[in-house]
């Protein structure tokens, strides 16, 4: 085991023994919550107040090794649900059994010894509930069979702000799986004396699994029949090892991604208000967000509004026809890009010439089947969503540019002062400690994984609010808004102590990273420059005092 293993063991060994010190305490909230029950029928509030003492006892204790306790607090549990629903038959029949459990669980307590080793499963899963525990997190079945390999992964893909629940024996996740419900399951392919035992695992509970769960095995064999006989066995990954590990959160966080993309915004012009209500019904059906507009004079002010990913116009309107309109719109270089399809009734092929001459992407002659408007839409606006993240996203990383991160940055500070709240922007700076030493040690490949692998970490563990850009060749800079500079300090605090712990393969051998950051207020700076040059300068001060640690300006502790 590893010297940060230890580390990590010693603590979870310290937690384990204090939870264990307190089991007496936890003991006497359920014999509180069991005599508030009284005599006859109990009140609900008082069977919700004990269900939840069993539920918590039962789900702890199993972070922490100590199944039996948990065996019992989840039949006591179970029994005080049945009688919150009032299916647990009279009192003379389960509240006896509540006694006998309660007494059973007193039991256990007694005979619990404090100073008793966690194995590595235990630590591994007290070490998931334990990270992020204020993080909404997505759970992942690991299994492995070597369990310093085990700990290591579960360690890593920890970092990156996953719940990892580790297995070293099939039989051990088996059991877990009928009752449990992760996002995702990492499966090693080889156990001891079962060259395929993580395959036939899968195979065996995927008939039983209440949902789909994507799969992703690891497997020392690179071969083809070994990748194709895992194809079969349901995987949406293989990974050789050394795992990647940023390669294999990258593929973690995409199949485990539930959210909606953002829908279309098509911006329908026509003088036809029931043609443009119906062809607005039509685009909705189809989940897109649409604006419409009957007087053509009035599109550019719209068009600011809106921000649309497409226009759909008609031909032909009083004041404005679609052509003229469209060219207008092509002289403009924020909407030069822009798709605009012309739906028209004019069938002369020279006018439709004519019309993409003046700008128009696509020309569809009414009346056009819904199914065919939805693909026409569908492709072209698809094209302007990907353009417009092309202008604004850094090629290699997918963050923000150093231009769309300095207007967020904009953005927010006009936010908070509109709203009287500048003390709640936060802007900060990150820079990689000796970055070219990665380069010229281990080469530009590894300088780049370790650039994606930051680029990946900020974006999976800071808030869905916060803007995340590449400034430069390994600078970074974070745009937080509704954000203290207390909270910002801590946040960007714990990534740092996480990132530290990635390992990046090179060869045989692996090596880490670290990064410096600055981070400043803006109730102490009140304009962007003055904040982007105290971040800065916090930077500054966080190399020279050594790298790897964060300076938050107006905060001591961080």
């Known amino acids: 085991m590893s010297g940060k293993s230890t580390l990590i063991a010693t603590k979870l060994k310290n937690f384990r023994e204090t939870f264990v010190r307190q089991l007496p305490s936890k003991l006497d909230q359920i014999r509180e919550a069991y005599a508030a029950l009284g005599k006859g029928a109990p009140a609900k509030d008082a069977l919700d107040n004990l269900h939840r003492c069993l539920h918590t006892l039962r789900g702890v204790s199993a972070n922490f090794g100590l199944d ?23 009192d003379t029949t389960w509240r006896p059994l509540l006694e006998e459990l309660i007494a059973r669980i007193e039991r256990e307590v007694a005979g619990t010894d404090a100073s008793q080793m966690m194995d590595l499963q235990a630590l591994e899963i007290v070490a998931a509930a334990e990270t992020f525990h204020e993080m909404e997190r997505k759970v992942v079945y690991l299994c492995e069979a070597d369990s310093i390999q085990r700990l290591n992964l579960a360690t890593q893909i920890g970092c990156f702000g ?21 996002d995702v399951i990492i499966m090693d392919v080889v156990y001891p004396d079962m060259p395929s035992g993580g395959m036939d695992a899968i195979r065996e509970i995927q008939a039983g699994l209440e949902r789909e769960t994507p799969m992703v095995f690891i497997s020392s064999k ?13 995987s949406s990954a293989y990974f050789v090892k050394p795992v990647n590990i940023t390669d294999l959160c990258a593929t973690l966080q995409t199949l485990t991604t539930r959210e909606a993309p953002e829908p279309y915004r098509i911006m329908i012009v026509d003088d036809d208000p029931l043609l443009t209500e ?27 509004e809106f921000k649309p990913d497409l226009i759909l116009m008609d031909m032909y309107m009083p004041g404005c026809n679609g052509m003229e309109l469209a060219k207008v719109i092509r002289q403009i270089d924020t909407y030069f890009s822009i798709p605009i399809i012309f739906l028209s009734g004019e069938t002369d092929t020279d006018a439709q010439f004519e019309a993409r001459r003046m700008g128009g992407d696509e020309y569809l002659i009414k009346p056009i089947k819904p199914d065919h408007l939805i693909s026409s839409v569908t492709v072209l606006a ?33 936010q908070a002062q509109n709203q009287n709240q500048a003390e709640t922007v936060c802007f900060a700076m990150l820079d990689l400690d000796h970055f070219k030493e990665i380069n010229d040690t281990y080469g530009h490949d590894a300088g780049d994984r370790v650039l994606m692998a930051l680029a990946r970490l900020l974006r999976q563990r800071l808030r869905k609010t916060d803007v995340v850009g590449r400034t430069g060749g390994e600078e970074f800079a974070v745009v937080l808004p509704a954000c203290s500079i207390q909270e910002a300090g801590h946040l960007l605090q714990q990534i740092l102590e996480d990132f530290a712990t990635i390992g990046f393969p090179a060869g045989e051998n692996s090596f880490n990273s ?17 904040l982007y040059k105290a971040a800065d300068e916090a930077l500054y001060l966080a190399k020279k005092e050594g790298r790897n640690r964060v300076v938050a300006i107006g905060f001591d502790e961080a």
């Open 382 to 414: 698809e094209r302007m969503k990907i353009i417009r993240s092309n202008m604004v996203k850094d090629s290699m990383t997918g963050l923000f540019n150093y231009a769309a991160t300095k207007d967020a940055l904009d953005a927010a500070i006009i």
């Open 68 to 90: 039996a306790l948990s065996v019992v607090a989840a039949e006591g549990e179970r029994l005080a649900k049945r009688a919150k629903r009032g299916d647990a038959g009279p």
């Open 162 to 182: 996953f719940e990892v629940v580790s297995f070293g024996e099939l039989d051990q996740f088996c059991k877990a799986i009928r009752s449990g419900h992760p």
């Open 514 to 530: 670290t990064y410096s950051c600055g981070v400043a207020s803006l109730d102490k700076y009140d304009t962007a420059a003055k």
């Open 278 to 304: 119906m062809t607005a019904v039509i685009l909705q059906g189809a989940g897109m967000e649409t604006r419409s507009l009957n007087d053509p004079l009035l599109a550019l002010p719209r068009l600011l």
């Open 222 to 234: 690179s071969d083809l029949s070994s990748r194709l006989a895992a194809l079969r066995a349901g």
